[in-house]
């Protein structure tokens, strides 16, 4: 059964760092890796989505890596801002998701 | 972006009424949609996969008879909790798969049972 730990559980910055978000699964065999941002009491948001034959993308100010024989990715946030506090959730799987309990950002003015 | 909807936003009833929630992709149609549960501090977990025309398919633990999940339609599916109690209090999200691996998210219902 695929388990997904995000570490850490929660993380607070000051304006303007850069940062990393980490994410780690048991099952390598997976096909897709997906990072979301949830809002409280929010749904979720896409941000990035990693297939299985890549092993980065990147948008904006965020850029999430994927290493499938260690089982791990990352989520960088570069210049990090205020309004990037939320809470980041990684998903993986394909069909269905399995997602980490998510990293709770807060970056301080 | 495709864009998934969820109505209501958030609902409060009494222990023992039935609850439908109902997701739409607006822009897009999709064959499979699924339906997860987040409590508080916790992570999003999967209830069930529904395909268009077809009969849910739940997950380990998930009462069929209590989560009835009805997908009508490529834009449709609506997830009915029966006989509410407090201990279903959650909340529910749904999402939509188009052809390819990315699912996209519903804003999410807030369901409180008295």
């Known amino acids: 059964k695929q388990e997904v730990t995000q570490i850490p559980a929660a993380l607070s910055v000051p304006e303007g760092e850069n940062l990393v978000l980490n994410c780690s699964f048991t099952?390598?065999?997976?096909?897709?890796l997906q990072w979301f941002r949830q809002d409280p009491g929010k749904g979720l948001t896409s941000l990035l989505l990693i297939q299985s034959s890549q092993r980065e993308q990147t948008s904006g100010r965020l850029n999430a890596s994927l290493d499938k024989s260690s089982g791990r990715s990352t989520l960088y946030i570069a210049a990090s801002q205020p309004g990037d506090s939320a809470t980041y959730l990684c998903?993986?799987?394909?069909?269905?998701?399995?997602f980490g309990k998510g990293t709770k950002l807060s970056v301080i003015p | 972006g495709a864009v998934v909807s969820q109505h209501p936003s958030w609902v409060i009833c009494k222990s023992g009424t039935s609850v439908k929630i109902e997701c739409r992709s607006l822009d897009f149609q999709a064959t499979t949609m699924f339906w997860y549960r987040q409590f508080p501090k916790q992570s999003l977990m999967l209830m069930a996969t529904?395909?268009?025309?077809?009969?849910?398919?739940?997950e380990q633990g998930v009462e069929k008879d209590k989560f009835l999940i009805n997908h009508a339609s490529l834009t449709l599916s609506t997830l009915t909790v029966t006989s509410a109690h407090p201990e279903d209090s959650s909340f529910y999200i749904c999402?939509?798969?188009?052809?390819?691996?990315?699912?996209?998210f519903g804003p999410g219902t807030r369901l409180t049972v008295l």
């Open positions: 099952d390598s065999a997976i096909y897709n």
């Open positions: 998903a993986v799987g394909s069909y269905q998701l399995t």
């Open positions: 999402s939509a798969r188009i052809d390819g691996n990315e699912q996209f």
């Open positions: 529904s395909n268009e025309g077809s009969k849910a398919t739940y």
